[in-house]
C-alpha cells in the first residue's frame, strides 16, 4: 500500500485542490482529509455520510456547584485563569470552569477539599467515514477552540489505512495540513512520499524551506509543485533550484487557471472539467507514481 501526503508550508497555496485532483485520478484510491483544524476537501468530493464518531480526547474540569462550598483553592491553583467565581442566590459563591481555558491539567481535581469537581473525557471533535465518487473517505472536524488535532489527524491516517487494507485499495491520497506543527508531524509519519505545494513567492519560497527541512528531518521522501508558477516564474525557477539542492524531486507546475475556481463552484475537482490546467496536474500525477 502507497501512501501520498499532499502538505504546504502555510495556506492557500492550492494544497486542498491538489489533492482532490490527485485523488480523482488514482481512481481506486482511499481518501483522507487530515487538515482536521479547517476540513474543505468535502466541498468538492461531495461525501455521502457513511459513519460518524465521537473524537474524545484529553479532559476537561467540571465543578459540581451544589457541592461546591466555595472555598476557592481550585482558583487559587488554576495557573490558566480558567475558574472564576459567581454568587449564587443565596449569596454563597461558587466557582465554574471555563472549558475554553481550560487544559485539563487536573491539579484542580486533585486538591479540591470536597472532591467537587469531575474530570471526564472532552468531546473535541468528530470523525466520519464517507462515500465519494473517487473512493471512502475518512475525514474529521475538530471543534472550536479545541486542541489534539495530532492525534486526530492519527486517527484519520489510521482509519484510511484500515480501510485500505480491508478493501483491497492500493493507495491511500492525504490532504495534509499546512505549516510544521504537530497535525503535519502527524499526517506525514510513515507516508511512502510527501508532496509540497508551494506558490511562487517570498513567503512561499521561506515556507517551503521549513517544511522540507521538516520531511528531512523525519528521513522522508519529498517532491515540489509549484502551483500557480506563471504569475512570477522567475521566482518559480528560483525555487525549483533551491528545493532541488535540499534533495526535493521536482514533480511539475500548475498555470494560474481560473477554471479551478469555476471547478469548485460546482463541487467538482478541476480534472473533472476541460480547464487548461488539467494537462499539467495528470503530468504531476504521471510523475508522483509510486
Given at each position: 500500500?502507497?501512501e501520498?501526503?499532499?502538505?504546504s508550508?502555510k495556506?492557500?497555496?492550492?494544497k486542498?485542490?491538489?489533492?482532490?485532483s490527485l485523488?480523482?485520478l488514482?481512481g481506486?484510491?482511499?481518501?483522507?482529509d487530515?487538515d482536521v483544524?479547517?476540513?474543505d476537501?468535502?466541498?468538492?468530493?461531495?461525501?455521502?455520510?457513511?459513519e460518524?464518531?465521537?473524537?474524545?480526547?484529553?479532559?476537561?474540569?467540571?465543578?459540581?456547584?451544589?457541592?461546591?462550598?466555595?472555598?476557592?483553592?481550585?482558583?487559587?491553583?488554576?495557573r490558566?485563569?480558567?475558574i472564576?467565581?459567581?454568587?449564587?442566590?443565596?449569596g454563597?459563591?461558587v466557582?465554574?470552569?471555563?472549558p475554553?481555558?481550560?487544559?485539563?491539567?487536573?491539579v484542580?481535581v486533585?486538591?479540591?477539599?470536597e472532591?467537587?469537581i469531575?474530570?471526564?473525557?472532552?468531546l473535541?471533535?468528530?470523525w466520519m467515514?464517507s462515500?465519494?465518487?473517487c473512493?471512502?473517505?475518512?475525514?474529521?472536524?475538530?471543534?472550536a477552540?479545541a486542541?489534539?488535532?495530532?492525534k486526530?489527524?492519527s486517527?484519520?491516517?489510521r482509519e484510511?489505512?484500515?480501510?485500505?487494507?480491508?478493501?483491497?485499495?492500493?493507495q491511500?491520497?492525504?490532504?495534509?495540513?499546512?505549516?510544521?506543527?504537530?497535525?503535519?508531524?502527524?499526517?506525514l509519519?510513515?507516508?511512502?512520499?510527501?508532496?509540497?505545494?508551494?506558490?511562487?513567492?517570498?513567503s512561499?519560497?521561506?515556507d517551503?524551506?521549513?517544511?522540507?527541512?521538516?520531511?528531512?528531518?523525519?528521513?522522508?521522501?519529498?517532491a515540489v509543485?509549484?502551483?500557480?508558477?506563471?504569475l512570477?516564474?522567475?521566482?518559480?525557477?528560483?525555487?525549483?533550484?533551491?528545493?532541488?539542492?535540499?534533495?526535493?524531486?521536482?514533480?511539475?507546475?500548475?498555470?494560474y487557471?481560473?477554471?479551478?475556481?469555476?471547478?469548485?463552484?460546482?463541487e467538482?475537482?478541476?480534472?473533472?472539467?476541460a480547464?487548461p490546467?488539467?494537462?499539467?496536474?495528470?503530468?504531476?500525477?504521471?510523475?508522483?507514481?509510486l
Open positions: 500500500m502507497k501520498l501526503v499532499v502538505i508550508g495556506g492557500g497555496t492550492g486542498t485542490s491538489l489533492a482532490a485523488a480523482v488514482a481506486n484510491a482511499v481518501v483522507a487530515c483544524d479547517a476540513a476537501l468535502h466541498l468538492v468530493l461531495a461525501p455521502s455520510l457513511r460518524r464518531h465521537d473524537f474524545l480526547s484529553g479532559n476537561e474540569a467540571v465543578i459540581r456547584a451544589q457541592d461546591c462550598t466555595g472555598c476557592g483553592t481550585c482558583a487559587e491553583l488554576c490558566f485563569d480558567a472564576g467565581k459567581e454568587i449564587r442566590a443565596d454563597a459563591p466557582f465554574r470552569v471555563d475554553i481555558a481550560c487544559e485539563g491539567c487536573g484542580c486533585r486538591f479540591c477539599p472532591r467537587a469531575d474530570f471526564p473525557k472532552s473535541c471533535g468528530e467515514i462515500d465519494t465518487r473512493g471512502p473517505m475518512v475525514h474529521a472536524r475538530l471543534k477552540a486542541e489534539n488535532s495530532g486526530l489527524v486517527l484519520v491516517r484510511a489505512r484500515r480501510i485500505a487494507e480491508e478493501e483491497g485499495r492500493p491511500i491520497v492525504v490532504d495534509g495540513p499546512p505549516g510544521i506543527g504537530c497535525p503535519v508531524i502527524a499526517s509519519s510513515g507516508a511512502s512520499l510527501v508532496l509540497v505545494v508551494t506558490e511562487p513567492t517570498v512561499g519560497e521561506h517551503l524551506e521549513r517544511v522540507l527541512a521538516l520531511a528531512r528531518h523525519f528521513d522522508m521522501p519529498a509543485c509549484v502551483n500557480k508558477w506563471d512570477n516564474p522567475a521566482m518559480a525557477e528560483r525555487i525549483e533550484g533551491r528545493a532541488a539542492a535540499a534533495g526535493a524531486k521536482i514533480s511539475g507546475r500548475v498555470r487557471d481560473p477554471g479551478v475556481t469555476a471547478a469548485q463552484l460546482q467538482l475537482t478541476v480534472v473533472e472539467t480547464a490546467c488539467v494537462d499539467d496536474i495528470r503530468q504531476i500525477w504521471d510523475h508522483l507514481q
